[in-house]
T-cell receptor, first 113, second 116 residues
Framework: GQQVMQIPQYQHVQEGEDFTTYCNSS?????IQWYKQRPGGHPVFLIQ?????EVKKQKRLTFQFGEAKKNSSLHITATQTTDVGTYFC?????????????FGQGTILTVHP | EAGVAQSPRYKIIEKRQSVAFWCNPI?????LYWYQQILGQGPKLLIQ????????DSQLPKDRFSAERLKGVDSTLKIQPAKLEDSAVYLC??????????????FGNGTRLTVT
């Protein structure tokens, strides 16, 4: 079945440093979504990428979807303590309107002040 | 808008006992999902409903897990009998799947289950 892998599993940064997490799918995706889960909380939707090579920005966050629609990345510029949490990518299999959304294992981000 | 409601928030049971979780999705959301999140892992889809029909339950351990969504609104997830490895957070989510299959998921706060 479809597998979605994320690296790294953990990332510790000093406040102000940049952070990047990478997501790779075993199959071509119809779209990919990114979620953030704060410690003790539930996943919260950040953004969705649909088109091959798409790049979207949300303030200090930059999201990219690969040309082959099998990989994606999230880059945070100048991290802040409020960025702490686990970032998940979730890929939707292509072909059907009800394609299953498969989550990666997440990257846990710790920001030291 | 009101979010996805789940109850209970926490549950502790002994192995071989049964347990049920309840979810009320966001009003108007056609699709409802149950995910299992084991500590340190990403959410794993157990079952997906479109209105009151099941569209994916391929990862639901059907010998012990069951779920229903009567009238296409509320849903319950049951485990009977529970095993130690069922200890996890059970997340319910909903989305406006009817409008677009690109709809984001809105998660509830989850039920943290501990099986002893």
């Amino acid at each position: 079945g479809q597998q979605v892998m994320q690296i790294p599993q953990y990332q510790h940064v000093q406040e102000g440093e940049d952070f990047t997490t990478y997501c790779n799918s075993s199959t071509t995706l119809s779209n990919i979504q990114w979620y953030k889960q704060r410690p003790g909380g539930h996943p919260v939707f950040l953004i969705q990428l649909v088109k091959s090579g798409e790049v979207k920005k949300q303030k200090r966050l930059t999201f990219q979807f690969g040309e082959a629609k099998k990989n994606s990345s999230l880059h945070i510029t100048a991290t802040q303590t409020t960025d702490v949490g686990t970032y998940f990518c979730a890929g939707r299999a292509g072909g059907t309107s009800y394609g299953k959304l498969t989550f990666g294992q997440g990257t846990i981000l710790t920001v030291h002040p | 808008e009101a979010g996805v409601a789940q109850s209970p928030r926490y549950k502790i049971i002994e192995k071989r006992q049964s347990v049920a979780f309840w979810c009320n999705p966001i009003s108007g959301h056609a699709t409802l999902y149950w995910y299992q999140q084991i500590l340190g892992q990403g959410p794993k889809l157990l079952i997906q409903f479109q209105n009151n029909g099941v569209v994916d339950d391929s990862q639901l351990p059907k010998d012990r897990f069951s779920a229903e969504r009567l009238k296409g609104v509320d849903s319950t997830l049951k485990i009977q009998p529970a095993k130690l490895e069922d200890s996890a957070v059970y997340l319910c989510a909903s989305s406006l799947q009817g409008a677009s299959y690109n709809s984001p998921l809105h998660f509830g706060n989850g039920t943290r289950l501990t099986v002893t």
